[in-house]
């Protein structure tokens, strides 16, 4: 299993003071939200992607890829009615493919709520139609760059669009492009009426990235949920991706977090 852990989990910390905690503690995967690296990403040169993606590995670490693509931006939205719209959130979409690329990774995660969600008026086959013709105007430049983007559910409490498993596959057909794949998140299965493990086998043969973290916002095994059923079912179905910490609530401290998360899921994954 490779374990990977996403850079806004460090706030204001140094890069290398980050790095050296991570690799530490066994992570050896780096996953990038763009708004830590820069406020427009039209502004963060070739030199800067380049010394950025050194650093990293340096520190015998891996750029993954990038998630959380829409957060903290303006002007961009995946199911919005509104044309120009969808047209300027497909060219940022293609501007990240080509940062990932720079970095050394090969996945996007397409989660992003707040950038994605529809109003009432609005049905949600609309919403599906225009999100599908945004990622298909997408499509060439993942196959020319070799990204894929993984497609993130979320449950409804962060919002209307994309709830399920079933619904990111329903997008997923839509768009038909071998680069646009599914995405689990614990937190977000957890939503669910089915059991996160059975979640997990049903979509095996489209998920290409996996979120560990709790219903609570902290990290794997700091709340109720069980990993060891969820672990099991990553090494029933051979899943070789990466398992990424992402939580949300920082209270417990940087390295609180970033050493129970990696104690609790080795000690979750024993066959």
């Known amino acids: 299993m490779k374990y990977a852990i996403c850079n806004e989990t460090f706030g204001d910390w140094s890069l290398d003071r980050a790095l050296e905690l991570s690799r530490a503690n066994g992570y050896t995967g780096w996953e990038v939200a763009p708004f830590m690296l820069t406020d427009d990403i039209n502004t963060f040169s070739s030199s800067d992607r380049q010394a ?38 497909a060219k940022h979409l293609i501007n990240l493919a080509q940062l990932c690329a720079d970095l050394g990774g090969d996945l996007m995660v397409l989660g992003s709520p707040q950038q994605r969600n529809f109003p009432a008026e609005q049905f949600v086959q609309s919403a599906m139609q225009n999100a599908a013709e945004v990622l298909q105007a997408v499509a060439p430049e993942l196959e020319k760059t070799g990204i894929k983007i993984a497609i993130e559910p979320l449950g409804r409490g962060e919002g209307n669009f994309l709830n399920t498993a079933a619904d990111g596959r329903r997008l997923m057909a839509m768009v038909d492009s071998p680069k646009v794949q599914l995405h689990l998140d614990v937190k977000a299965m957890s939503d669910e009426p089915t059991p996160t493990p059975q979640i997990i086998r049903d979509n095996a043969d489209a998920m290409i990235h996996f979120h560990a973290n709790d219903p609570n916002l902290l990290g794997p095994g700091m709340g109720d949920v069980a990993f060891g059923p969820i672990f099991d079912a990553l090494r029933d179905v051979k899943y070789d991706g990466w398992v990424s910490v992402e939580v949300f609530d920082y209270s417990p401290g940087v390295e609180t977090l970033v050493e129970t998360s990696m104690k609790n899921m080795l000690a979750a994954n024993v066959a």
């Open 52 to 89: 950025y993606r050194k650093q990293v590995e340096s520190a015998d670490m891996q750029i993954i890829g990038l998630h959380w693509l829409l957060a903290k931006t303006k002007g961009f939205h995946l199911t919005t009615p509104d044309e120009d719209t969808r047209q300027r959130t």
